[in-house]
């Protein structure tokens, strides 16, 4: 199996060296072009390196010129149409200059004779003895490094590369793998370029797609917990969920109790609720709904133990609860500890039954997903600018860099493997009217 390129100490000079070749190439071959007939004409024979005149013409400087100009022009045309490999080139580089720049390797000290070798006059020169096998491999815009566990002094270090190779080679880590002699991390380099329009979220086979790169597979790590503030891009997000579970024919119940922009949803489809009695009684009768189908699916015909309600041909249950923390904040505490109670159950019971939780708000404050509950949400998305508190409240103690960019619809997510990466809303077009393509799949749906 090709594990990719072995990272070695010269390639500390890797991108210098490429480049200087490439050029040296090209201008020789052009050179060649211009000067063919010349060359042709030329009796190599008799040609002496001491006989060799050169007299310049214009001629002459015009094609040294152009020589040079097209040398450069065919690189920076390299550059433009063979970014992966220009790019590979630079993260070999960074890994080798981080073995060296950290003084993970071994050196040994070597006997170097002079040049008159009648002088008994010797130096030492030092000579890497050791130098951690890494492996870097570019393929379908990931890359995996590969670096192999050999219980030396290095291996905590070498253990724990998922900041450095983040933040040094400006990549996200989707995967850390141990395997049994090497640890394989697996980087997404370009995740913007992974961003997908809403023509493309598609809910099938229990799973939702969200980039091209990203699903949400409820099925199988069920419940989505969404944090973000004003201007993050977090209601967009949840109207495009609701689209794409509209198309394939899911059942979904849409709380707003702030009677923002999911309470105009109200006008185009059922179950939308946004009166603060109507929210509680919706819940109840979502957790009656899950209890039923517990019971019902049992008493199936073709009910197999382990199966799930899509194995029955049953369609899922979807709550979507947007600004969930400001409606507990509106409850006495005896109404919200019911209100918990009820979300508890669906979110450890729901998965079999096909009834899952999006809850949306703007920080998951610990009161009100307590008891562990908020550990139950698999798929976790933290939109626009959030502080480290709230990082820290969305996905635990992590050793992550959260960096901020002004690009809407931005943030980062855990789909359940607890490795946090960058992640992208579908692209909503301007002008977008949701009302009208929601009124539109409702109305097919009927």
Not at 150 to 174: A, I, P, R
Not at 306 to 330: H, K, Q, S, T
Request: aromatic share 14%; charged share 25%.
């Amino acid at each position: 199996m090709y594990k990719g390129h072995h990272i070695r100490a010269g390639n500390q000079h890797l991108v210098y060296h490429f480049v200087l070749g490439w050029l040296i190439t090209l201008f020789i071959g052009w050179m060649v072009i211009f000067y063919f007939q010349e060359l042709r004409q030329l009796d190599f024979s008799s040609l002496s390196l001491f006989t060799i005149e050169i007299a310049w013409s214009m001629k002459d400087l015009v094609c040294l010129l152009g020589s040079l100009a097209l040398s450069e022009s065919m690189f920076l045309l390299y550059i433009h149409f063979f970014q992966d490999h220009w790019r590979s080139l630079w993260h070999r580089q960074k890994l080798a200059r981080m073995i060296l720049e950290n003084h993970w390797y071994e050196v040994k000290q070597t006997q170097r004779k002079g040049f008159f070798k009648d002088l008994d006059r010797s130096r030492t020169k030092e000579t890497i003895s050791y130098f951690p096998k890494i492996y870097y491999r570019m393929k379908d815009g990931l890359l995996s490094i590969r670096v192999q566990i050999s219980l030396g002094k290095y291996q905590d270090q070498l253990l724990k590369l998922e900041k450095k190779l983040e933040s040094g080679l400006y990549c996200e880590l989707v995967e850390k793998e141990l395997k049994d002699s090497y640890v394989e991390y697996t980087l997404l380099y370009d995740m913007i370029a992974n961003r997908i329009g809403i023509e493309e979220v598609v809910a099938e086979n229990g799973t939702l797609r969200l980039m091209k790169n990203q699903v949400w597979a409820y099925d199988s790590l069920p419940h989505m917990l969404i944090a973000g503030g004003t201007g993050g891009g977090k209601t967009y997000f949840l109207l495009t969920i609701i689209q794409a579970l509209l198309k394939s024919e899911a059942e979904l119940f849409v709380l707003d109790p702030k009677t923002a922009d999911l309470a105009d949803l109200s006008t185009v489809m059922p179950n939308v609720y946004s009166q603060k009695e109507e929210i509680s009684a919706c819940v109840e009768d979502f957790y009656e709904r899950m209890m039923a189908r517990s019971k019902s699916m049992k008493e199936m015909k073709n009910y197999k133990t382990g199966e799930n309600y899509a194995f029955l041909g049953l369609p899922p249950n979807f709550l979507i609860f947007d600004e969930y923390v400001a409606f507990m904040e509106m409850l006495t505490t005896k109404e919200s500890a019911v209100i918990l109670n009820k979300l508890k159950q669906i979110v450890m019971l729901g998965r079999q039954s096909g009834f899952f939780l999006i809850l949306a708000c703007q920080r998951p404050d610990a009161k009100y997903l307590g008891d562990g509950i908020r550990d139950q949400f698999n798929f976790r998305v933290a939109l626009g600018r959030m502080s480290e508190l709230g990082y820290s409240m969305m996905f635990g103690e992590v050793d992550k860099n959260f960096f901020m960019k002004r690009i809407k619809g931005r943030g980062y997510v855990d789909t359940g493997g607890s490795v946090i990466s960058e992640f992208y809303t579908p692209l909503v077009p301007k002008g977008y009217d949701f009302l009208d393509s929601i009124s539109k799949l409702e109305k097919m749906n009927d």
